[in-house]
Nanobody, 115 residues
């Protein structure tokens, strides 16, 4: 099993920035990729960003040019730098780690962007 602990959420005005961090522990040798999902009230959880062990990254279209994902494999951490935040970015953000046989989730961290 892999345990994930997120930090860095909060309240910010539109146009501001936040940095989310996620630290993995446990059976981290199995991790093939890490990323971030978000879930807004009344909506499904959707992928925001993803980084594979190869270093290949993915960003959903709505955050391209504003968000950056990075990973430190030695420290088993993944970071989401969020700039130019918009009210529609308001959601609970969840860190995830993918292993061949399972996916682990963090507890979620609230990001609220005021207009």
């Amino acid at each position: 099993q892999v345990q994930l602990v997120e930090s860095g959420g909060g309240l910010v005005q539109a146009g501001g920035s936040l940095r989310l961090s996620c630290a993995a522990s446990g059976d981290t040798n199995c991790i093939t990729a890490m990323g971030w999902y978000r879930q807004a009230p009344g909506k499904e959880r959707v992928m925001v960003a993803h980084v594979a062990n190869s270093g290949t990254t993915y960003l959903t279209d709505s955050v391209k040019g504003r968000f950056t994902i990075s990973r430190d494999k030695a420290k088993n951490t993944v970071t989401l730098q969020m700039n130019s935040l918009k009210p529609e970015d308001t959601a609970v953000y969840y860190c995830n780690a993918d292993c061949p046989l399972f996916r682990s989730w963090g507890q979620g961290t609230q990001v609220t962007v005021s207009s």
